[in-house]
Nanobody, 129 residues
Framework: QEQLVESGGGLVQAGGSLRLSCVASGSTFSDYISDYIMGWFRQAPGKGREFVAA??????DYVDSVKGRFTISRDNAKKTVYLDMNNLRPEDTAVYFC????????????????????WGQGTQVTVSS
């Protein structure tokens, strides 16, 4: 009943742009800013899940490899978090996952997979060279 659903993935050329969306459903996700942090992770073939970006009350955070290229934002009225990606590179190819964590259990580890309680099913992003 509490779900995160990603969309917007696809095949793009290197240097192109893509917007990923994550829609939250259920009463659990009624207040993003005060009650939850939201994050994006990705997993490339043969690799572990990697932190990409997070948004919380104090601002946003990004992994160094996407700084200046990706932007995380959210619209609480739409219960949606976005990841705007530009200047995409082949190494950005991965399955991208949306995640959420209640602030009641948040302990500062926004870049840790283990921090988050809720996960989406993932959306595939493929960047061709």
């Amino acid at each position: 009943q509490e779900q995160l659903v990603e969309s917007g993935g696809g095949l793009v050329q290197a240097g192109g742009s893509l917007r990923l969306s994550c829609v939250a459903s259920g009463s659990t996700f009624s207040d993003y800013i005060s009650d939850y942090i939201m994050g994006w992770f990705r997993q490339a073939p043969g690799k572990g899940r990697e932190f990409v970006a997070a948004i919380k009350w104090s601002g946003t955070d990004y992994v160094d490899s996407v700084k200046g290229r990706f932007t995380i934002s959210r619209d609480n009225a739409k219960k949606t978090v976005y990841l705007d990606m530009n200047n995409l590179r082949p190494e950005d190819t991965a399955v991208y996952f949306c995640a959420a964590d209640p602030l009641t259990s948040y302990d500062g580890h926004y870049n840790s997979e283990q921090e988050y309680s809720y996960w989406g099913q993932g959306t595939q992003v493929t960047v061709s060279s």
